[in-house]
T-cell receptor
Framework: QKEVEQDPGPLSVPEGAIVSLNCTYSNSAFQYFMWYRQYSRKGPELLMY????GNKEDGRFTAQVDKSSKYISLFIRDSQPSDSATYLCAPQGAQKLVFGQGTRLTINP | DAGVTQSPTHLIKTRGQHVTLRCSPISGHKSVSWYQQVLGQGPQFIFQ???????GRGNFPDRFSARQFPNYSSELNVNALLLGDSALYLC?????????????FGEGSRLTVL
């Protein structure tokens, strides 16, 4: 079993839709939970991060962590074609990030 | 300010050869980490260096090695290349040893092994 599981998609939605991206993890020691966005042939770009359980909002993006169920979510409101990318969840372990497989998202105009 | 810079951006090698990849961290960052990203997968941790010392190592064979220089730049070396080493190699820098949301990636070096 992988430490972090993420549905690879691909996920295709119309512009303006609400997008929900999810990961599950197995290591209860994780405290910081990152979301990265990666455009094709580029390096990952940090979107936002959350400490422990709870929600964090940044513009159209909301990150949510439920440590009791080991579940991580990223919600995108009013999705735009420029949001089309691969989204990677990455809990922080000791001296490293443990990445999910990434979900490939396409927003159709 | 310049972000994390990596070189070369693309390279092609043949099996059995050796490769050296280079990374310059963001100014002021003292920690450099290396990740391997195979096509269609998330990045996998290879090494972390902080203040020129190895502070973490992922599950990679001894063919993989790295070092960090006094100016905090870093090199990743891979010996006896295999076809399966074809991947995007990502360098990331952070201020300190713990990321706490401050890990920044470069654009990567795309290695193709034939």
């Amino acid at each position: 079993q992988k430490e972090v599981e993420q549905d690879p998609g691909p996920l295709s939605v119309p512009e303006g839709a609400i997008v929900s991206l999810n990961c599950t993890y197995s290591n209860s020691a994780f405290q910081y939970f990152m979301w990265y966005r990666q455009y094709s042939r580029k390096g990952p770009e940090l979107l936002m991060y959350t400490y422990s359980s709870g929600n964090k909002e940044d513009g159209r993006f909301t990150a949510q962590v439920d440590k009791s169920s080991k579940y991580i979510s990223l919600f995108i409101r009013d999705s735009q074609p420029s949001d089309s990318a691969t989204y990677l969840c990455a809990p922080q372990g000791a001296q490293k990030l443990v990445f999910g497989q990434g979900t490939r998202l396409t927003i159709n105009p | 300010d310049a972000g994390v810079t990596q070189s070369p951006t693309h390279l092609i090698k043949t099996r059995g050869q050796h490769v050296t990849l280079r990374c310059s961290p963001i100014s002021g960052h003292k920690s450099v980490s290396w990740y391997q990203q195979v096509l269609g997968q998330g990045p996998q941790f290879i090494f972390q260096y902080y203040e020129k010392e190895e502070r973490g190592r992922g599950n990679f064979p001894d063919r993989f090695s790295a070092r960090q220089f006094p100016n905090y730049s870093s090199e990743l070396n891979v010996n006896a290349l295999l076809l399966g080493d074809s991947a995007l190699y990502l360098c990331a820098s952070s201020l300190g040893i713990l990321y706490t949301g401050e890990l920044f990636f470069g654009e990567g070096s795309r290695l193709t092994v034939l």
